[in-house]
Nanobody, 123 residues
């Protein structure tokens, strides 16, 4: 089970941190995790991923240098630190998990999904 939190209203230029609490399944670090987002009237897109088996991360070009994905094994939680927010970051953000060896931010490779958390960035 994946449960997102930390969404809400942010200001352009500001920061928000999203959390994805995990439970069930096998060991937390047997998976890769990704953050995805879907803006109104747009398709869902990959934002960032982290593979806990080798520590590799991937980012969409639109968030490189602004967003950071990380994890905390003791809490079985994955985070998305979002800095320098832009109004175009407004979307519902989803956390996902996969056994796939090299999923990157390709959503078709993720089998488990949270319900999402709304992020709204105002100017």
């Amino acid at each position: 089970q994946l449960v997102e939190s930390g969404g809400g209203l942010g200001q352009a230029g500001g920061s928000l941190r999203l959390s994805c609490a995990t439970s069930g399944g096998t060991s937390f670090d047997d998976y890769a995790y990704g953050w995805f987002r879907q803006a109104p009237w747009k398709e869902r897109e990959g934002v960032a991923s982290i593979n806990l088996r080798d520590g590799s991360t991937h980012y969409a070009d639109s968030v490189k240098g602004r967003f950071t994905i990380s994890s905390e094994n003791a809490k079985k939680t994955v985070y998305l630190q979002m800095n320098s927010l832009k109004t175009e970051d407004t979307a519902v953000y989803f956390c996902a998990a996969t056994w796939n060896v090299m999923p990157g931010i390709n959503e078709s490779r993720y089998a488990y999904w949270g319900k999402g958390t709304q992020v709204t960035v105002s100017s």
